[in-house]
């Protein structure tokens, strides 16, 4: 079955720096790769997602890119400010299996 | 539009016992997926119901079910509960069978056992 990998478990940066997540998947198949953001108390909420037929996303400060090739894809965070501090998750899925397999999990620390 | 609404926020219990949770998905959503989350475990897949049946389960004990009712409302139920039981619980809902997006959380159930 699919498998999620997300690396790093733990990423600290300076505000106004650039924060990258990134998560590699195992079934060629999966063509839905979503990202969701975890604030302390809360349940996660998706904040950016992106098709297999596509190969970067861009919302504002936040990007998606995709390598199908490679199996991997990206969470990009630029000039990050103290909100942005959360875990954030990536997950996929594909059309014929109705099931999101997610990453570990991210926790991403925004340093004043 | 109305969220994804989960009761209770928190609750403690005692070993032994055993708790029902439950949650409201966004109207006209009809899938509910159940999720354990601890510190350091990420998100733990239990199962997820569509149109009142059991479509995907996890590996989790058989003291842990759920159901879901008519109106799309599902209830997750914990027996004789653990310590390690102990966790925030989300369910998620969205409206179409077969595709990922527009999966949205509610904000959890925190349970105790103490």
């Known amino acids: 079955g699919e498998n999620v990998e997300q690396h790093p478990s733990t990423l600290s940066v300076q505000e106004g720096d650039s924060a990258v997540i990134k998560c590699t998947y195992s079934?060629?198949?999966?063509?839905?790769f979503p990202w969701y953001k975890q604030e302390l108390g809360k349940g996660p909420q998706l904040i950016i997602d992106i098709r297999s037929n596509v190969g970067e996303k861009k919302d504002q400060r936040i990007a998606v890119t995709l390598n199908k090739t490679a199996k991997h894809f990206s969470l990009h965070i630029t000039e990050t400010q103290p909100e942005d501090s959360a875990v954030y998750f990536c997950?996929?899925?594909?059309?014929?299996?109705?099931?999101?397999?997610w990453g570990a999990g991210t926790k991403l620390i925004i340093k004043p | 539009k109305a969220g994804v609404t989960q009761t209770p926020r928190y609750l403690i219990k005692t070993r032994g016992q055993q708790v029902t949770l439950s949650c409201s998905p966004i109207?006209?959503?009809?899938?509910v997926s159940w999720y354990q989350q601890t510190p350091g475990q990420g998100l733990q897949f239990l199962f997820e119901y569509f149109s009142e049946t059991q479509r995907n389960k996890g590996n989790f004990p058989g003291r842990f079910s759920g159901r879901q009712f008519s109106n799309s409302r599902s209830e997750m139920n914990v027996s004789t509960l653990e310590l390690g039981d102990s966790a925030l619980y989300l369910c998620?809902?969205?409206?179409?069978?077969?595709?990922?997006?527009?999966?949205?959380f509610g904000s959890g159930t925190r349970l105790t056992v103490v």
């Open positions: 998620a809902s969205s409206a179409d069978q077969v595709r990922a997006d527009g999966y949205t």
């Open positions: 079934d060629s198949a999966s063509n839905y």
């Open positions: 109207s006209g959503h009809r899938s």
């Open positions: 997950a996929a899925s594909m059309d014929s299996n109705y099931q999101l397999i």
